[in-house]
């Protein structure tokens, strides 16, 4: 019924859970701070190159560069803003990946957006970027830590997969646009 009036089917999202209170992995090695005006900068670059198998990117009516713009202008809105706080990992001096969290609950910490600059994937950086972030939930009293995914980048369901986090039901999302002319 819905795709008979124009909604597409996107992609299917799953919402990875974890709870803290039973983990007592080491920190993962990394620096953890709020991001500072240069590094919400850095940031909001390695958002914009960083994603391709979210909805904007993988919908041929929208494509990869308005998705990269939305990543990009997500990140950059971040500092100042009154729920969501934009988080740098760095190693050393190096921003290695950001984390964008929201305290939605007292104690749950809902990661909104995550990501590792794509020049420094494949070196066990997100591994790494998760422990550090999960450390700095259960130092900042969460107990539980959540997210949402898209199925299809199975990278990152591994990588949720291995620390342990649960997979609630999946949801899908449907985008709708009115047809030329309409």
Do not use: K
Not at 43 to 68: C, K, M, S, V, Y
Not at 74 to 103: K, M, N, T, Y
């Amino acid at each position: 019924m819905l795709q008979d009036c124009g909604f597409r089917c996107i992609e299917t999202m799953l919402r990875p859970e974890l709870n803290l209170e039973a983990r007592h992995e080491a920190a993962g090695g990394l620096r953890i701070q709020d991001a500072t005006a240069a590094e919400a900068q850095r940031a909001a670059d390695i958002a914009a190159q960083a994603f391709g198998t979210e909805r904007f990117h993988t919908d041929p009516r929208l494509g990869p560069a308005l998705g990269n713009e939305r990543y990009r202008r997500w990140v950059a809105s971040c500092l100042g803003h009154p729920r969501q706080r934009l988080l740098s990992l760095l190693r050393g001096q190096d921003l290695v990946a950001f984390f964008v969290v929201e305290r939605q609950e007292p104690d749950l910490c809902y990661w909104h957006l995550t990501a590792v600059d794509p020049t420094h994937q494949g070196h066990g950086l997100g591994r790494m970027s998760w422990l550090t972030a999960l450390h700095w939930a259960r130092a900042e009293g969460c107990r539980a830590v959540a997210s949402s995914i898209v199925a299809r980048n199975v990278r990152v369901l591994n990588l949720y997969a291995s620390l342990g986090f649960r997979f609630s039901s999946p949801m899908n999302t449907y985008h709708w646009m009115p047809e030329a002319g309409s």
